[in-house]
């Protein structure tokens, strides 16, 4: 098997960088749709940190979006979002490493994100809680709609934190 990365195989983050980063936001307080480590994130802010710190500048601004979790409707908004830019894969083969996209309530759109830290773990940001790592339950595993791995790092990137 060739190690050649070719442009229908792109290279993902290394596991390890993109763990160590979500890690480094533990404790940061719940700020909805912020994402300033330390300071305050929600689910997304924490993905958007990690995503800088690991990969690199933003690929495009987030605009404003609903706490709802029970929203519905026909587009997977968060997860279409995602695959512009990360490698989607089947949620069970998700490694650590992995951001994961769950649908918190049956027929609503995915709208809460998570990282995987080990098979059976996750850190996410949970109001009132902010930035935790926790086990990674049957009742939180059924929710996982979407899996992705960030890509490889950009060359020469420069964090913005």
């Known amino acids: 098997m060739s190690d050649t ?3 229908s195989q792109p290279r993902s983050a290394d596991p390890s960088e993109v763990i160590a980063t979500a890690r480094s936001w533990l404790h940061t307080p ?3 749709q912020a994402s300033l480590k330390g300071v305050g994130c929600d689910c997304l802010g924490l993905a958007r940190g990690v995503w800088r710190e690991v990969v690199g500048h933003e690929p495009f601004p987030i605009p404003p979006y609903s706490r709802d979790w029970g929203e519905s409707g026909p587009r997977e908004v968060l997860a ?3 695959r512009r830019m990360m490698i989607e894969l089947e949620p069970a083969m998700a490694p650590p490493g ?3 996209l769950f649908r918190m309530m049956p027929r609503a759109i995915a709208k ?3 990282i995987l830290t080990a098979p059976d773990r996750f850190i996410h940001a949970y109001e009132r809680l902010g930035v935790i790592e926790q086990p990674l ?3 939180w595993r059924r929710r996982i709609a979407f899996a992705f791995l960030f890509p490889g790092g950009l060359p020469g990137h420069q964090s913005s934190e």
Do not use: R
């Open 98 to 100: 992995a951001l994961i």
């Open 80 to 82: 279409d979002g995602a």
């Open 5 to 7: 990365i070719t442009a």
């Open 112 to 114: 809460h994100v998570g």
């Open 30 to 32: 719940y700020h909805d």
């Open 137 to 139: 339950t049957p009742s």
